[in-house]
């Protein structure tokens, strides 16, 4: 499994960015794909997951409602949409995947992963 983040960049508060993680090297109908980010000094931590075969939807409390993940099947690819971004989601952000169903929120459950991606929001 190749993973591929990109999208990351300088926003001012209250803006918005798309990030985009390109999946490669299995069928994913069976995988649960994520988000992740972490800052500087701080642990990683979970942002959102989706599940490939139905799309069902996972956020951290921190980013519901501001953020939204998806997929595009035919280009293997998820997104993570992000709205009314804050200062404090100043992180580097990572696409994980995982071959199950269920969509843990522990980085650890996690056994693929893309480069990060920064993403730096200006107050």
């Known amino acids: 499994v190749q993973l591929q983040a990109y999208g990351g960049g300088l926003v001012q508060a209250g803006g918005s960015l798309r990030l985009s993680c390109a999946a490669s090297?299995?069928?994913?109908?069976?995988?649960?794909m994520g988000w992740f980010r972490q800052a500087p000094g701080k642990e990683r931590e979970f942002v959102a997951a989706?599940?490939?075969?139905?799309?069902?939807?996972y956020y951290a409390d921190s980013v519901k409602g501001r953020f939204t993940i998806s997929r595009d099947n035919a280009k293997n690819t998820v997104y993570l949409q992000m709205n009314s971004l804050k200062p404090e989601d100043t992180a580097v952000y990572y696409c994980?995947?995982?071959?199950?169903?269920?969509?843990?929120?522990?980085?650890?459950?996690?056994?693929?992963w893309g480069q990060g991606t920064l993403v730096t929001v200006s107050s």
């Open positions: 989706i599940r490939w075969s139905d799309e069902i939807t």
């Open positions: 090297g299995r069928t994913f109908s069976s995988y649960v």
């Open positions: 994980a995947a995982r071959y199950s169903n269920n969509a843990y929120t522990n980085y650890v459950a996690y056994p693929y």
